[in-house]
Protein backbone atom coordinates (compact mmCIF):
# COMPACT_ATOMS: atom_id res chain seq x y z
CA UNK A 1 0.00 0.00 0.00
CA UNK A 2 1.85 3.08 -1.21
CA UNK A 3 1.49 5.78 1.81
CA UNK A 4 3.32 9.05 2.36
CA UNK A 5 3.15 10.21 5.88
CA UNK A 6 4.66 13.79 7.01
CA UNK A 7 5.63 14.23 10.67
CA UNK A 8 7.25 17.10 12.96
CA UNK A 9 4.57 19.56 12.62
CA UNK A 10 4.26 21.72 15.90
CA UNK A 11 3.64 25.10 17.14
CA UNK A 12 6.62 28.14 17.18
CA UNK A 13 7.34 31.00 18.16
CA UNK A 14 8.59 33.38 15.14
CA UNK A 15 11.79 33.41 13.96
CA UNK A 16 12.27 29.53 15.49
CA UNK A 17 12.87 26.35 13.39
CA UNK A 18 11.23 22.85 12.57
CA UNK A 19 12.33 19.59 10.98
CA UNK A 20 9.51 18.23 8.96
CA UNK A 21 9.26 14.39 7.48
CA UNK A 22 7.81 12.89 4.73
CA UNK A 23 8.36 8.88 4.89
CA UNK A 24 7.09 6.88 1.96
CA UNK A 25 6.27 3.57 1.69
CA UNK A 26 4.85 0.54 -0.72
CA UNK A 27 6.71 2.26 -3.63
CA UNK A 28 9.76 2.98 -5.07
CA UNK A 29 10.96 5.50 -3.65
CA UNK A 30 13.94 6.29 -5.57
CA UNK A 31 12.20 6.81 -8.65
CA UNK A 32 9.90 9.72 -7.46
CA UNK A 33 10.51 13.94 -7.08
CA UNK A 34 8.63 14.53 -4.08
CA UNK A 35 7.20 18.16 -3.21
CA UNK A 36 6.21 19.80 -0.74
CA UNK A 37 3.02 21.90 -0.34
CA UNK A 38 1.30 23.69 1.91
CA UNK A 39 -2.49 25.30 2.65
CA UNK A 40 -3.20 27.94 5.15
CA UNK A 41 -7.11 28.45 6.29
CA UNK A 42 -8.84 30.62 3.17
CA UNK A 43 -5.67 30.53 1.10
CA UNK A 44 -4.94 28.06 -1.99
CA UNK A 45 -2.52 25.41 -1.84
CA UNK A 46 0.88 26.87 -2.76
CA UNK A 47 3.85 24.27 -3.74
CA UNK A 48 7.09 25.74 -2.08
CA UNK A 49 9.53 23.43 -2.85
CA UNK A 50 10.72 20.25 -4.56
CA UNK A 51 13.04 17.40 -4.99
CA UNK A 52 14.47 15.56 -8.04
CA UNK A 53 14.46 11.97 -7.30
CA UNK A 54 18.35 11.34 -7.01
CA UNK A 55 18.53 14.70 -5.19
CA UNK A 56 20.69 16.52 -7.11
CA UNK A 57 17.93 19.01 -8.18
CA UNK A 58 15.77 21.02 -5.46
CA UNK A 59 13.60 23.99 -6.62
CA UNK A 60 12.43 26.99 -3.91
CA UNK A 61 9.66 29.69 -4.17
CA UNK A 62 10.82 32.67 -3.43
CA UNK A 63 8.47 32.64 -0.63
CA UNK A 64 10.94 30.59 1.41
CA UNK A 65 14.17 30.63 -0.16
CA UNK A 66 16.71 31.33 2.06
CA UNK A 67 15.20 30.21 4.78
CA UNK A 68 13.50 26.40 4.36
CA UNK A 69 16.05 23.42 2.90
CA UNK A 70 14.81 20.27 1.28
CA UNK A 71 16.70 17.16 1.25
CA UNK A 72 16.63 13.03 1.00
CA UNK A 73 17.60 10.15 2.61
CA UNK A 74 16.87 7.43 -0.26
CA UNK A 75 17.81 4.88 1.98
CA UNK A 76 15.34 5.78 4.42
CA UNK A 77 12.52 6.52 2.44
CA UNK A 78 12.35 9.78 3.83
CA UNK A 79 12.80 13.34 2.10
CA UNK A 80 13.27 16.53 5.06
CA UNK A 81 12.27 19.81 5.34
CA UNK A 82 14.42 21.63 7.64
CA UNK A 83 12.42 25.54 8.28
CA UNK A 84 14.37 28.27 9.37
CA UNK A 85 13.14 31.90 10.68
CA UNK A 86 9.83 31.04 10.57
CA UNK A 87 7.33 33.70 10.08
CA UNK A 88 3.42 33.99 10.58
CA UNK A 89 2.64 33.51 7.56
CA UNK A 90 4.23 30.03 7.54
CA UNK A 91 1.02 28.80 9.27
CA UNK A 92 -0.13 26.20 7.05
CA UNK A 93 -1.10 22.57 6.48
CA UNK A 94 1.84 21.13 5.27
CA UNK A 95 2.25 18.02 2.71
CA UNK A 96 4.39 16.05 0.75
CA UNK A 97 3.89 14.72 -2.80
CA UNK A 98 5.15 12.50 -4.61
CA UNK A 99 5.24 12.19 -8.89
CA UNK A 100 7.24 9.77 -10.83
CA UNK A 101 9.91 11.76 -12.39
CA UNK A 102 13.32 10.49 -13.46
CA UNK A 103 15.17 14.25 -13.84
CA UNK A 104 14.14 17.78 -12.19
CA UNK A 105 10.89 18.61 -9.97
CA UNK A 106 8.27 20.92 -9.94
CA UNK A 107 6.30 22.99 -7.64
CA UNK A 108 2.79 22.52 -9.75
CA UNK A 109 0.79 20.33 -7.48
CA UNK A 110 -1.04 18.96 -10.46
CA UNK A 111 2.12 16.67 -11.73
CA UNK A 112 1.92 14.80 -8.10
CA UNK A 113 0.36 11.17 -7.77
CA UNK A 114 0.67 10.60 -4.23
CA UNK A 115 0.08 13.13 -1.00
CA UNK A 116 0.35 12.29 2.44
CA UNK A 117 -2.37 13.42 5.06
CA UNK A 118 -0.64 16.59 5.95
CA UNK A 119 0.91 18.14 9.20
CA UNK A 120 -0.10 21.39 10.59
CA UNK A 121 2.55 23.97 11.51
CA UNK A 122 1.82 27.07 12.96
CA UNK A 123 4.18 29.86 13.80
CA UNK A 124 2.77 32.36 16.77
CA UNK A 125 4.23 33.94 19.73
Known amino acids: QLQLVESGGDLVQPGGSLRLSCAASGFTFDRYAIGWFRQAPGKEREGFSC????????NYAGSVKGRFTISRDNAKNTVYLEMNSLKPEDTAVYYC??????????????????WGQGTQVTVSS
Open 97 to 114: AGALQNYGCSTAGSGYDY
Open 51 to 58: ISSSGRAT
